[in-house]
């Protein structure tokens, strides 16, 4: 009776160990990082991610898988003995990004308490130049009829911003902003476009405006409607 208490003893204590061991995935300071107020221009970011295994067993890095506009370099260790530190680099894409942005980069792994561990990533996009909304919306027109479209432009800086040259595709395109025009600091600029389409069907149109700030070089607006002929669906 003894001996069978002892033997179940003996085999609760090593089956309470085997399962207290374990992989354990950590990343070393903290589970984000913050660029703070970053510029467009500064594009791309870039950081270093390091992981340890705080476990008493290898851990096993499955995947490493960014979100859309993010990207990471293969992780350079993806079997971590304990106290063993990997590392995986980071880039983050600014295009066409304004305001507060967050991605995540996610880690799968053999830990059973965490399988999936992600990590964060912040920043706030500071964009001299924004738009509103992001295209021309000229709708829908009669052909030979002319169209309009409005946007706002704001310029977020404390400094005015001076127009140096604008470009229009197609030249029938006309637009309420030229060479020499002044964007004032911290103030919105009611852009006004009209154009007369000539056939039925989708019709398109681009503006590109380049300015004297070093930050924002240009500006580039691209809007669409759609014509009908007098009478028809199309």
Same mark, same amino acid.
């Given at each position: 009776?003894?001996?069978?208490?002892?033997?179940?003893?003996?085999?609760?204590?090593?089956?309470?160990?085997?399962?207290?061991?374990?992989?354990?995935?950590?990343?070393?300071?903290?589970?984000?990082?913050?660029?703070?107020?970053?510029?467009?221009?500064?594009?791309?970011?870039?950081?270093?991610?390091?992981?340890?295994?705080?476990?008493?067993?290898?851990?096993?890095?499955?995947?490493?898988?960014?979100?859309?506009?993010?990207?990471?370099?293969?992780?350079?260790?993806?079997?971590?003995?304990?106290?063993?530190?990997?590392?995986?680099?980071?880039? #983050?894409?600014?295009?066409?990004?304004?305001?507060?942005?967050?991605?995540?980069?996610s880690f799968m792994?053999?830990?059973?308490?965490?399988?999936?561990?992600?990590?964060?990533?912040?920043?706030?996009?500071i964009v001299p130049?924004?738009?509103?909304?992001?295209? #021309?919306?000229?709708?829908?027109?009669?052909?030979?009829?002319?169209?309009?479209?409005?946007?706002?432009?704001?310029?977020?800086?404390? !400094?005015?911003?001076?127009?140096?040259?604008?470009?229009?595709?197609?030249?029938?395109?006309?637009?309420?902003?030229?060479?020499?025009?002044?964007?004032?600091?911290?103030?919105?600029?009611?852009?006004?476009?009209?154009? !007369?389409?000539?056939?039925?069907?989708?019709?398109?149109?681009?503006?590109?405006?380049?300015?004297?700030?070093?930050?924002?070089?240009?500006?580039?607006?691209?809007?669409?409607?759609?014509?009908?002929?007098?009478?028809?669906?199309?």
């Open positions: 009776m003894m001996r069978s208490f002892v033997v179940y003893i003996i085999m609760y204590f090593a089956l309470t160990l085997s399962t207290m061991a374990q992989a354990k995935i950590d990343i070393i300071g903290g589970m984000s990082y913050d660029w703070g107020t970053v510029k467009p221009i500064e594009s791309p970011l870039k950081t270093r991610i390091m992981i340890t295994n705080k476990g008493d067993e290898p851990l096993r890095i499955y995947e490493v898988k960014p979100a859309c506009g993010c990207t990471t370099a293969p992780i350079d260790k993806d079997v971590l003995l304990p106290g063993d530190t990997a590392t995986v680099d980071v880039t #983050l894409d600014l295009k066409n990004t304004d305001g507060k942005l967050e991605k995540m980069v792994s053999n830990d059973p308490v965490t399988p999936t561990a992600r990590f964060k990533l912040n920043a706030n996009v130049l924004s738009k509103s909304p992001n295209y #021309l919306p000229f709708g829908i027109a009669d052909v030979g009829s002319e169209a309009e479209a409005r946007m706002i432009i704001t310029n977020n800086t404390e !400094k005015d911003i001076t127009v140096m040259r604008v470009v229009t595709t197609p030249l029938n395109l006309n637009i309420n902003i030229d060479k020499g025009t002044v964007l004032k600091a911290g103030e919105k600029f009611e852009v006004i476009s009209k154009m !007369k389409p000539s056939k039925g069907g989708k019709f398109e149109c681009a503006v590109t405006i380049t300015t004297d700030n070093i930050d924002a070089p240009r500006l580039q607006m691209s809007g669409w409607g759609k014509a009908k002929v007098a009478n028809n669906n199309e």
